[in-house]
């Protein structure tokens, strides 16, 4: 897929700003100038997920997900996206959420942060031996400090935290 251009670019730029300053509102009226041709263009759909996300329109987030998924199957960040909205959206939950990332799991199977969500996701579910397994596994794919610190404050792992102090 081509990048956006400007103006269009510049919209999407904006909004991010907007974003970064906890504005949704100003975010989505910025991306609202990109040219209507362009509403599908992953960069403009990364964006209004972000946008319904801060917004906390899950619905909606997880509508753009499934679009930004299907725009491009082989970004790993389009199907953790699309986990995490689903959890939220109305009648989605951890599940369905988890279902999805056991599938990005099979076509990315080095990609860290899907084994890490679903890690959260086993905990949340009482799997608790296969939360230790997947979560050890994202320390090993990808920088285990960086995993460590995100674990400690994750409250879907804090059935964990005492074994990931040691981890």
Request: glycine fraction near 6%; charge should be negative.
């Amino acid at each position: 897929m081509q990048p956006l251009e400007p103006p269009d670019s510049h919209f999407v730029s904006a909004a991010l700003g907007w974003l970064e300053l906890g504005n949704w509102r100003e975010a989505a009226a910025e991306l609202e100038g990109v040219a209507p041709a362009l509403s599908q263009h992953p960069a403009v759909l990364r964006m209004r997920y972000e946008i319904h996300a801060q917004a906390g329109n899950w619905d909606l987030a997880s509508q753009d997900a499934l679009t930004l998924a299907k725009a491009v199957p082989d970004e790993p960040a389009s199907w953790t996206k699309l986990a995490y909205a689903t959890r939220r959206k109305s009648g989605g939950g951890i599940p369905s959420a988890k279902a999805i990332l056991a599938c990005a799991r099979q076509r990315f199977p080095s990609e860290a942060l899907i084994a890490y969500n679903l890690a959260c996701y086993e905990c949340q579910l009482g799997n608790m031996a296969q939360a230790r397994a997947l979560l050890r596994e994202s320390f090993q794919l990808g920088k285990p400090a960086v995993f460590k610190e995100m674990s400690l404050s994750d409250p879907d792992l804090e059935p964990l935290r005492q074994e990931i102090e040691r981890m």
